[in-house]
């Protein structure tokens, strides 16, 4: 994984609503070593995890720098790196580093990746990047990296449910004033 890897683990924590094993497993979709091992004990230890993820990025969005750096800092010595040198999980060719003991539980290395991930995030893209979905019925934090700057919802499935009850919305009150 690299510090990209990280950000979009941490976004993902932060989305998550964490109701059941499985939500997790969603979340964590792109980490199979994580996603096939969590447990209950895992989605408990989780939970604070996302919650100071959401207090950083609400900060980010609020641009408020003492904030942000308060949260992740929180965040970062709450839940500390501890690199481990991995000769692969199946093989030895795979060399790579994980952020925690990998003989741990899933939820120490993905706290510690979302923890580095985010501090990450704020250190390549500052504040002006980070936002909170537009759609009313959404409150997923989301990270903007287009050229002009004008993404304002975290999916295309948001924005597209936003913009087709927009489309239905005007052609009830065309179909009202006919």
Known sequence: MDNADYLEVALRVANATLTDVSALQEALHDEPWWATRVTTDDLTALRPVADGLRKALAAAVSNSTADVRSAV????????????????????????????????????????????????????????????CADENCDNYFLDTSTNRAKRYCSSRCANRVHVAAHRSRQRSIDVDA
């Open 73 to 132: 800092n929180e965040l970062l010595e709450t839940y500390p790196l501890r690199p481990r040198l991995s000769a692969g999980h199946d093989t030895e060719a795979n060399w790579h580093i994980h952020v925690a003991d990998p003989d741990e539980p899933p939820a120490t290395e993905v706290a510690a990746a979302a923890a580095w991930g985010i501090a990450q995030g704020v250190v390549r893209y500052g504040l002006s990047r980070w936002g909170q």
